[in-house]
């Protein structure tokens, strides 16, 4: 499928504008969108990868900058210590956060070659956090993917109040977790409490052999297979909730069905 892609600005948390990168199917549409919420690196090359993939998918994808204010001040730009970003990711309210990424979803549904009641979230690392977090806001989108964003925050804070696994009363549209069992920052542990904790919420899905960032082709981190599969099951997913229409009828399910599952839904 032809894409293009560009610049985006759009009004955010206190009306202040937020740049983004945007990338879209060629055609006039409309097409379901994502809100694809980058790392705590910022809108990466990995990031902007993942919108034009999307768009290769059917979907318009929009990667706002959520360090746009904090770019020349306080966001250590350039470097990779993630002690030093994590600090300073400590210091940006949630509010913020997550108001920049409502504005970004309603700025996509205004848009006439989106549809209106199509709009989700992909979020990845830092991004996955977020993308959790939109998904308890009400009316803000219809489905989230989470790549591997932690589920607790290591202290309650004004400005982080609730990690996700607090949170998960108050999704309000399906949500899929994709982790990888080996990552040495979202423990298994916790995975497999949100797993549990989900119900009929959401899906998790963990690869036993995968660590962090396994999406990620530009790391060493990477895993061919596991990456494959998951970016299939997380377009898929997608596209169930947010254009169930062009779901291929011989496609393979978004998540896994059990033996146990089938046996339950064979007796209802």
Not at 232 to 238: G, N
Request: charged share 30%.
């Amino acid at each position: 499928m032809e894409i293009q892609a560009a610049d985006a600005t759009f009004p955010g948390y206190g009306e202040d504008p937020v740049p983004g990168y945007l990338a879209r199917p060629a055609g006039a549409g409309p097409w379901p969108a994502i809100v694809v919420v980058h790392e705590v690196f910022g809108p990466s090359d990995h990031v902007r990868d993942l919108c034009r993939r999307l768009a290769g998918e059917g979907f318009l994808a929009l990667a706002p900058d959520l360090w746009a204010r904090d770019r020349g001040g306080a966001f250590p730009e350039g470097t990779t210590d993630l002690l030093r970003l994590k600090a300073f990711v400590e210091t940006i309210p949630d509010a913020r956060m997550v108001g920049d990424l409502a504005a970004a979803a309603r700025f996509l549904r205004a848009r006439p070659e989106v549809r209106r009641d199509g709009v989700g979230a992909l979020g990845v690392c830092m991004g996955g956090i977020y993308a959790f977090h939109l998904a308890c806001e009400p009316g803000a989108i219809r489905a989230a993917v989470d790549f591997y964003g932690r589920l607790r925050y290591d202290a309650r804070t004004p400005h982080k109040p609730k990690g996700n696994l607090e949170r998960v009363s108050e999704l309000r549209c399906p949500i899929l977790g994709i982790f990888g069992a080996m990552d040495d920052l979202v423990p298994l542990k916790d995975v497999l409490a949100l797993k549990e904790s989900l119900g009929a919420r959401g899906h998790v899905i963990a690869y036993p052999r995968a660590g962090h960032a396994f999406l990620n082709d530009g790391r060493p981190s990477y895993r061919e297979e596991e990456a494959k599969d998951a970016w299939r099951r997380a377009v898929l997913f997608l596209r169930e909730h947010l254009a169930p229409e062009t779901v291929a009828p011989d496609a393979a399910p978004s998540v896994p069905v059990y033996e146990e599952e089938k046996k339950r839904k064979g007796r209802r």
